[in-house]
């Protein structure tokens, strides 16, 4: 018994060391400790995490999303490449809130990115395979410092799914950028409510001449006109305006455009713009930790395990109505947490 837990232990010390060296392995093995929901493992992250952020912080961070059919991970390969022909440090790092319910695929974004991934300047991870879409952005936005500790210049946080998955990635990153297509009918389509509000840039993507539309570049250019003139629409006077830019992930067309508007996105805000940006997101990230940890102290309580599958069945009978189950549920939280029962 002593042995194996011995093998179970975190040697903190050689985490941190390897990752402040940027050794891959310590930096992927790092990345699995925070997502791990074992006691000791989280008890062994936040002292990780207390040692990593002062090393933390260096980097440009991005969020990407897209709408369905896109081409996302043929530009994200695309921009990637680029910047690690520029030098540049780069990770990739996927948030899937279908892999909450489904387990996603563990390596798709490797295999959609074969150039990037074998790139000894770029490293890849998805996001975790079970919890809550709040413990996905927890291990993300957990996992985005430790590859910033490790000497990563950018990182790209990737969206997977849509929906609420792109305003999670928005609290975590300085710059959104959003793909959207050409020849959608109508090009407002792509674009969900809430997006307009946390989107900093906007490139129509596949602005090419590949797949037999010999006008894909027109179309693209025209797109991206409709686009510019609904996003002024909806912005206010004196805020930034998300330019709206054409580009192709396939060719490598634009992409260095895109870039520049991102690093533009970045000087509008300016070194204290950015500052209280991030400090916002990180108050926003305490309070997602805490409900993120009341949740799974409510998972392992013995009070409510006691009671879990009794409510379960009364609630699936039709017996009780959900909001007097979880009363009882937390009524159980509360009575075993304060020693009363």
């Not at 991005?62 to 440090?89: A, H, N, W």
């Not at 409510?193 to 025209?222: C, M, P, S, Y």
């Amino acid at each position: 018994m002593s042995a194996a837990r011995t093998r179970r232990q975190v040697d903190v010390d050689a985490l941190v060391e390897g990752v402040l060296a940027g050794r891959r392995a310590a930096v992927s093995r790092s990345i699995t400790l925070v997502e791990s929901s074992r006691p000791d493992h989280r008890t062994a992250a936040r002292d990780l995490l207390a040692r990593l952020t002062p090393h933390a912080g260096g980097s440009v961070r991005v969020g990407i999303s897209g709408v369905p059919g896109v081409g996302k991970s043929t530009f994200i390969e695309s921009l990637g490449m680029m910047l690690v022909e520029q030098g540049k440090q780069v990770g990739v790092l996927a948030v899937d809130p279908s892999s909450v319910r489904t387990g996603g695929s563990v390596l798709g974004d490797k295999t959609r990115m074969p150039r990037l991934s074998a790139s000894p300047g770029a490293y890849i991870r998805p996001s975790p395979s079970a919890g809550t879409l709040g413990g996905v952005a927890r291990a993300t936005t957990q996992a985005m410092l430790i590859l910033e500790a490790a000497g990563y210049d950018v990182v790209l946080v990737e969206t997977v799914g849509v929906g609420q998955s792109e305003v999670t990635v928005s609290g975590m990153v300085d710059s959104f950028l959003f793909l959207t297509l050409a020849r959608t009918g109508d090009q407002l389509q792509g674009i969900k409510k809430g997006i307009l509000e946390i989107v900093d840039v906007v490139a129509v993507n596949k602005a090419d001449d590949q797949g037999g539309h010999a006008t894909g570049e027109a179309d693209a250019r025209v797109a991206a006109r409709e686009l510019a003139g609904a996003m002024r629409m909806v912005q206010g006077h004196g805020e930034w305006a998300p330019p709206v830019v054409t580009a192709s992930g396939l060719t490598n067309v634009g992409v260095d455009d895109v870039w520049q508007r991102i690093i533009d996105h970045r000087d509008h805000l300016g070194e204290a713009g950015l500052a209280r940006k991030r400090a916002d997101q990180q108050l926003d990230f305490t309070w997602a930790l805490v409900r993120d940890e009341l949740a799974e102290r409510l998972r392992r309580s013995p009070g409510v395990a006691a009671i879990r599958d009794q409510v379960r069945n009364d609630v699936l009978a039709g017996e009780i109505a959900a909001p007097e189950a979880a009363d009882r549920i937390l009524a159980a939280y509360d009575e075993r947490r304060d020693g009363t029962a």
